[in-house]
């Protein structure tokens, strides 16, 4: 049992303790032991000290600074939450601003905070979403707006079980390389809400300022909560006005580039940590088909792509060796 006012989450393949609850998410009904302890503050961490932190990452959004202690990093977003995460991957310390809304904390906390933690747990992660078929996990990586998360709720919208949306853990044993199931939810915008349910306002909103909405998956009974071996992983190249749907091997160099590009923490480096990437990337060019979709600029085209790319994989697993 956890503590009186701690509240216990399964996430990635992780158990995070928390001191209060996170919106729109269901604890676990009981608890076991914990991987990450994530507590909330009124004021950030040595705040009264900047000296003792040194910018590692500056960007648009959020930055990333070192303390000299060597054993924290804080991702501070512009006008938002403080996030101090301990080097050893089991901490993280939350501090809220005046402008912070609980659902602020969960967005921030559950994407690129969570998405650094796995990175300096050893975990190697892509930018993807992935759906269950005949057993196995179907893998959709590209650039940000490729419709990564489109696709996912378009198969969700047919029955078939999403295993994550934005962060797709992998974990390598003797004999496949699995995908981990992530967040129970996929972030969709207005558009995409729009033309798979016919409404906009389908969707409850992420965070009460923001237009963007989630499909809850366990309400929808769609989440595959177990990991599955990745069968595929399929490359959604940039959309163009007037192509005509195809999907492409790619293999070796190319194949490897694409995943590369794909990895979910890009922004800061431990090269160890890139090293083991590399290695189990490597091992999944090696071991599953690497394929490239390039289909029209259109949403209606949704039905025909999950199509196309069931039949594309079926006519793989039946393909001689």
């Known amino acids: ?156 919208r047919k029955g078939y079980g999403v295993l994550t949306d934005d962060i797709l853990g992998l974990d390598r044993d003797a004999t496949d390389i699995s995908a981990t199931p992530g967040l129970p939810r996929i972030g969709l915008w207005p558009p995409s809400v729009e033309n798979l349910w016919g409404d906009a306002d389908a969707l409850p909103r992420q965070a009460p300022p923001w237009d963007k909405r989630y499909l809850d998956l366990v309400d929808q009974g769609l989440f595959q909560d177990a990991p599955l071996p990745v069968g595929a992983v399929y490359v959604l190249a940039d959309r163009e006005l007037d192509a005509i749907l195809r999907i492409e091997p790619l293999v070796g160099t190319e194949a490897m580039l694409a995943l590369i590009a794909n990895k979910y923490v890009t922004r800061i480096s431990e090269r160890e940590q890139d090293r083991r990437d590399f290695v189990l990337l490597s091992a999944l060019v090696a071991s599953v088909p690497i394929r490239r979709i390039t289909r029209r600029d259109a949403l209606p085209d949704l039905h025909a792509t999950c199509e196309a790319i069931l039949a594309d994989y079926a006519s793989l697993a039946l393909a001689p060796a």
């Open 1 to 156: 049992m956890t503590d009186l006012g701690q509240f216990q989450y399964a996430f990635f393949g992780l158990r995070f303790l928390v001191d209060q609850p996170l919106a729109g998410f269901l604890p676990l009904a009981e608890a076991t032991s914990t991987d990450v302890r994530v507590s909330s503050a009124s004021s950030a961490t040595d705040s009264e000290h900047p000296n003792r932190w040194r910018l590692r990452y500056r960007g648009p959004e959020f930055t990333v600074d070192d303390h000299s202690s060597g054993e924290w990093l804080r991702i501070r977003y512009k006008e938002g939450p403080f996030f101090d995460l301990n080097k050893n991957s089991s901490e993280i310390r939350v501090t809220w601003t005046p402008s912070t809304s609980p659902e602020d904390v969960v967005t921030y906390l559950l994407g690129p905070v969570a998405g650094l933690l796995l990175y300096l747990r050893g975990r190697t992660c892509l930018h993807a979403s992935a759906i269950a078929f005949r057993g196995r996990a179907l893998v959709f990586v590209g650039a940000a707006e490729a419709g990564k998360s489109t696709l996912a709720a378009a198969f969700a």
